[in-house]
């Protein structure tokens, strides 16, 4: 004869609870997949240079204005607009250049990034930090303006503090995971600046006449990306050799459907 065994309730409520935990173990593995190669500070001998420069095609726009809307006392009724700064043989400024997919290297810059309100602009324009640095954030205005860090391609806010007065200083952190911030001003809405944050620190922002400079680099190929705010992107491969300089000429079109603000 058989016999039928039953399994008590609180012993059943446990095997589907252990059931449904391993269920969500399996699906977080999955979903998350392999664990991408985290960056590795080591120490580069004969390393090499990356030296290039950025230029920008396309009809040029000059003497473009940002229109000033309030505190003209301070600001002035007009600003240059520093959009696109174009200096000798065309070189772009302004553009953020970096590796892209690199594993190990050299350390992280000592110096901290900062963020600074001149004369109602914020400067620099445009700059690289690395994952895990802090940003000086500061004000050299008698009026009131803000630092408001977004996403930029969700806009979702990740701070926002006021600098209210000449002097003041703060110190933030960047975000834990790479990615483009931008930093506007609610206050003067024609103000902001951006930060391309990156897991490693093989950056460099071009100068007056688009011209950049990265060093100590392990010798590889690596796709070597350039960012403008308003000419977006271009990528170019480059072979870099043991204690040599390998060289660059990018180029980027200017978007003349980014409004001349007059």
């Known amino acids: ?20 935990l391993v269920q969500m173990g399996s699906a977080v593995l999955l979903a998350s997949g392999p664990a991408s190669a985290a960056y590795q500070v080591v120490t580069v001998t004969n390393g090499g240079t990356i030296d290039g420069y950025v230029t920008l095609s396309g009809t040029v726009p000059t003497g473009a ?10 600001c002035g009724s007009t600003i240059a607009d520093p959009t696109y700064s174009v200096g000798r043989a065309g070189g772009l400024q302004n553009v953020i250049v970096y590796l892209k997919g690199i594993t190990s290297g050299k350390a992280a810059p000592d110096a901290t990034p900062s963020l600074v309100d001149v004369h109602c602009m914020t400067s620099p324009r445009v700059q690289g930090a690395m994952v895990g640095e802090q940003v000086r954030i500061s004000s050299n205005d008698t ?4 630092a408001h860090a977004v996403h930029a391609e969700s806009n979702a806010t990740i701070y926002n503090i006021a600098l209210p007065f000449q002097g003041v200083s703060v110190i933030k952190p960047l975000p834990g995971s790479p990615g483009l911030i931008k ?8 103000m902001h600046a951006w930060i391309m944050e990156l897991d490693h620190p093989y950056y460099a922002t071009t100068d007056a006449d688009g011209h950049f400079l990265i060093k100590d680099v392990p ?3 690596y796709t070597l990306v350039a960012w403008h705010e308003a000419a977006g992107e271009t ?8 204690g040599a300089t390998a060289t660059s000429m990018m180029s980027l079109t200017a978007d003349n459907r980014v409004p001349r603000r007059e």
């Open 65 to 74: 204005t940002l229109k000033v809307t309030k505190n003209q006392d301070v």
């Open 1 to 20: 004869m058989n016999r039928r065994f039953s399994v008590p309730r609180s012993a059943r409520r446990a095997i589907s609870v252990c059931a449904f």
């Open 235 to 242: 990528f170019e491969p480059v072979v870099v050799a043991a």
């Open 219 to 221: 010798p590889g190929s």
């Open 183 to 190: 930093i506007k001003c609610d206050a003067q809405e024609w």
């Open 143 to 146: 009026i009131l303006h803000n």
